[in-house]
């Protein structure tokens, strides 16, 4: 049996869970030079975003909650996710990309996950 939080969730299983989604989305999204991949990472406090071309192994695009605009807001994490997805769209429309495949790694898409997509989609970003 799964060892147990504070709170009753089986972390355990949680995690493995997370992995198989993760293994499942990656197999099949791949960003390329056309259309890049949008990578979220996502902690218990903050949430990092970057827009990667996987065939160079580069680094477009990043923004996170970390950033010193972002990093005093004085909000909910959903509400950061949105701002975040508007800073990524922002930036990526200003090193001239437009279009993304939607790498979530393995998170569910609900919360902070679907907030940040949304934002980013409504800043122009679009996949």
Do not use: W
């Amino acid at each position: 049996m799964a060892p147990k939080t504070a709170f009753g969730k089986h972390t355990a299983a949680r995690s493995v869970s997370r992995a198989r989604r993760h293994r499942r989305v990656r197999k099949n999204v791949v960003g390329t030079a056309a259309r890049p991949r949008l990578v979220v990472n996502r902690s218990t406090r903050h949430l990092f975003v970057q827009i990667v071309d996987d065939s160079v192994g580069h680094t477009l695009v990043s923004a996170s909650t970390m950033d010193s605009a972002l990093r005093t807001l004085e909000v909910d994490k959903t509400e950061k996710a949105k701002k975040v997805g508007e800073l990524l769209a922002q930036r990526a429309k200003e090193a001239g990309i437009t279009a993304v495949v939607f790498d979530r790694g393995g998170n569910r898409y609900a919360g902070r996950i679907a907030a940040l997509a949304d934002s980013a989609r409504e800043g122009g970003l679009e996949f």
